[in-house]
């Protein structure tokens, strides 16, 4: 028997919400069996969904007026990485005291809200789960109820409630052109528009408003502030990297998708990826805080994901689908870690850190992990994805970009090879982790390793995709990757480590009205550039 689709919203929400109101010793233990029966489910569409969608009515009114669910390949693969990040961090906090009835209800009805968005098949339900969903992490954001925390958490709400605004315009005008609002219809409708200028206006309100969602250059300057803050737990800024960023991307992927017999931006998503890329790690390598470091990195990968879906090649936009997976699982542990750091040394400065080869190895190894995975070293996950994205690039610029891209990741993450192997600045303790903490970060760190080792396999798993990378072929790029991380800390450590330009970047901060002033920038250069080439 198929499990209903409405399953994967409303069973983490009515769980959340029957904790919430009913007190038991069993809470945690329910929470866990509850992602566990959500992954299950998601695993059995990964394995049958193959090339064909499914649909499930949500009222007796047939589609384009009804409402509907509707699950696909990508879709598929969205849940997948959702589902298995909020089992992770459900477990990993399972002893922190922040873990009561509340934290619980407002992480599970985000679950719950996320699957929704990657089910959804209307743009105002779109629209409604996006404002609901920023409003629950806000809460999120500002749970421990610090001035910094309040102060990080509005910024966020309001930044992105404008930002949707712009995305409800689109709607409005949307609706005025075909009457309705289903995502298929309108794709099917398109071709038979007889002046397909109209689309400009909307099409421009949409991907402003889902630019924003996604933190691309120039509207990532909120995410920092949300993603960083100090006084979120490490669970909620894993889940706001790995999977909540991802809801802008994978309806930028959508938009593109519907769009795509009137309105071809393969050419402005590209300048745009490779912009986002390299002002993200740029912005990283100026920081030292932790949770900025990987805030900022954030935004370079998201860069990445674009170039690829907006890649000329089919092996292009799979690698770009990948990276998505690959970036969520191992920038959530780059986060879990560094709550662990953070608790450990009371300290976010990353040079303050050190030692820790001597006060934990089970630690340290998982870190060696992240950054292998995130550097594209060869059998690792952001190798594998990294090579379908610049898969058959022929020009000169683009291959001289891609290799200033890896090289400032490279450099941005000397720092964490120092906390590992430098020596501890004052006696090592033996760092205190639970041992939940343990197996969830172990777990995450294979998967991070077996997505690049058996990439193959999983490609044919769950993308049903035909492109091989196997393992050989990975290790031929290791003397290529060795040479380049050396180049990368000669740069670093004689050029850039006391560089004037990375101390002005980090002392640059938009403020809200600055920020506010870029969305609307943004919504201006992308409709005259509609308009020109059009």
């Given at each position: 028997?198929?499990?209903?689709?409405?399953?994967f919203i409303?069973?983490?929400i009515l769980?959340?919400l029957?904790l919430y109101?009913?007190?038991h010793p069993?809470?945690?233990?329910i929470?866990v069996?509850t992602e566990?029966?959500?992954l299950?489910?998601?695993f059995w569409?990964?394995?049958t969904?193959g090339?064909?969608?499914?649909?499930?009515?949500?009222?007796?009114v047939?589609?384009?007026?009804?409402m509907a669910l509707?699950i696909d390949r990508?879709s598929a693969?969205?849940?997948?990485?959702?589902n298995?990040?909020?089992?992770?961090?459900?477990?990993y906090?399972?002893k922190?005291?922040?873990?009561?009835?509340?934290f619980?209800f407002?992480f599970?009805s985000l679950?719950?809200m996320i699957?929704a968005?990657?089910?959804?098949?209307d743009?105002?339900?779109?629209?409604?789960?996006i404002?609901?969903?920023?409003?629950a992490?806000?809460?999120?954001i500002m749970y421990?109820?610090d001035s910094?925390s309040m102060?990080d958490g509005?910024?966020y709400l309001?930044v992105?409630?404008?930002?949707?605004g712009?995305?409800?315009?689109?709607?409005?005008?949307?609706?005025?052109?075909?009457?309705?609002?289903?995502?298929v219809?309108?794709?099917n409708?398109?071709p038979?528009?007889e002046?397909k200028?109209?689309l400009?206006?909307?099409?421009?309100f949409?991907?402003t408003g889902l630019s924003?969602?996604?933190?691309?250059?120039?509207l990532?300057?909120w995410?920092p502030?949300a993603?960083?803050t100090?006084?979120?737990?490490a669970?909620?800024?894993?889940i706001?990297s790995?999977?909540?960023?991802?809801?802008?991307i994978y309806l930028l992927i959508?938009?593109?998708?519907?769009?795509?017999?009137a309105?071809?931006l393969q050419?402005f998503?590209?300048?745009?990826?490779?912009?986002?890329?390299?002002?993200?790690?740029?912005f990283?390598?100026?920081?030292?805080?932790?949770?900025?470091?990987?805030?900022?990195h954030?935004v370079?990968q998201?860069?990445?994901i674009?170039?690829?879906i907006?890649?000329?090649?089919?092996?292009?936009n799979?690698?770009g689908i990948?990276?998505?997976?690959?970036h969520g699982v191992?920038k959530s542990?780059?986060?879990l870690?560094?709550?662990?750091?953070?608790?450990?040394?009371?300290?976010?400065k990353i040079?303050?850190?050190t030692?820790l080869w001597?006060t934990s190895k089970?630690?340290?190894i998982?870190?060696?992990f992240?950054?292998l995975?995130?550097?594209?070293?060869?059998?690792f996950?952001?190798g594998?994805s990294k090579?379908?994205?610049?898969y058959?690039?022929?020009s000169e610029?683009?291959k001289?970009l891609f290799?200033v891209?890896n090289?400032g990741?490279?450099a941005s993450?000397i720092?964490?090879?120092?906390?590992?192997?430098?020596?501890p600045?004052e006696q090592?303790?033996k760092?205190?982790?639970?041992i939940?903490q343990?197996?969830?970060i172990s777990?995450m760190?294979?998967v991070?390793?077996l997505?690049?080792?058996?990439g193959d396999?999983?490609?044919?798993v769950?993308?049903h995709?035909?492109y091989?990378?196997?393992a050989?072929s990975?290790l031929s790029?290791?003397p290529?990757?060795?040479f380049s991380?050396?180049?990368?800390y000669?740069v670093?450590?004689?050029?850039?480590?006391?560089?004037k330009a990375?101390?002005f970047?980090?002392?640059?901060?938009?403020?809200?009205?600055?920020i506010n002033?870029?969305?609307?920038?943004?919504?201006?250069?992308?409709?005259?550039y509609?308009t020109?080439?059009f």
């Open positions: 028997m198929t499990p209903h689709l409405l399953l409303m069973l983490p769980t959340g029957l109101i009913i007190k069993m809470i945690k233990a929470a069996i566990v029966v959500l299950t489910m998601t569409y990964v394995l969904i090339e064909h969608s499914m649909m499930t009515l949500l009222v007796n047939p589609l384009p007026f009804g509707r990508l693969t969205m849940l997948l990485l959702n298995f990040l909020f089992l992770c961090m459900i477990v906090s399972l922190r005291p922040y873990m009561n009835r509340l619980i407002l599970l679950q719950g699957n968005l990657f089910l959804s098949t743009f105002f339900n779109v629209y409604i789960l404002e609901v969903a920023t409003i992490v806000s809460i999120l421990k109820k910094q102060y509005m910024i309001l992105n409630m404008v930002a949707m712009f995305f409800l315009l689109g709607i409005g005008y949307l609706y005025k052109t075909f009457g309705v609002l289903d995502f219809t309108i794709e409708l398109i038979h528009l002046n200028r109209v400009v206006l909307p099409f421009s949409l991907i924003l969602k996604a933190a691309l250059m120039p990532f300057s995410l502030k993603h960083g100090a006084s979120a737990p669970v909620v800024s894993a706001l790995g999977i909540f960023v991802k809801v802008g959508r938009m593109i998708g519907i769009f795509s017999f309105i071809d050419d998503f590209l300048f745009l990826g490779f912009l986002t890329a390299l002002s993200g790690f740029m990283a390598m100026a920081q030292s805080d932790i949770k900025l470091i990987l805030a900022y954030t370079s998201i860069g990445l674009l170039i690829g907006s890649g000329i090649r089919d092996q292009n799979f690698g990948y990276h998505i997976l690959s191992f542990l780059f986060f870690v560094s709550g662990i750091l953070v608790q450990h040394y009371k300290t976010r040079k303050n850190m030692g001597q089970h630690v340290s998982v870190l060696i992240s950054i995975s995130i550097t594209g070293a060869p059998l996950s952001g594998y090579y379908f994205i610049s058959g690039n022929e610029l683009l001289w290799v891209i090289a990741t490279m993450f720092k964490f090879f120092r906390v590992i192997f430098t020596k600045l090592a303790h760092m205190q982790i639970d939940n343990k197996i969830v777990i760190a294979a991070c390793f997505l690049g080792f058996a396999l999983v490609t044919k769950v993308h995709q035909p091989t990378y196997d050989v990975q790029k290791l290529i990757y060795l991380y050396l180049i990368s000669l670093f450590r004689f050029i850039l480590e006391n560089s990375l101390k970047l980090k002392g640059i901060e938009l403020s809200f009205n600055s002033l870029a969305i609307v920038s943004f919504f201006f250069v992308t409709l005259a509609l020109i080439t």
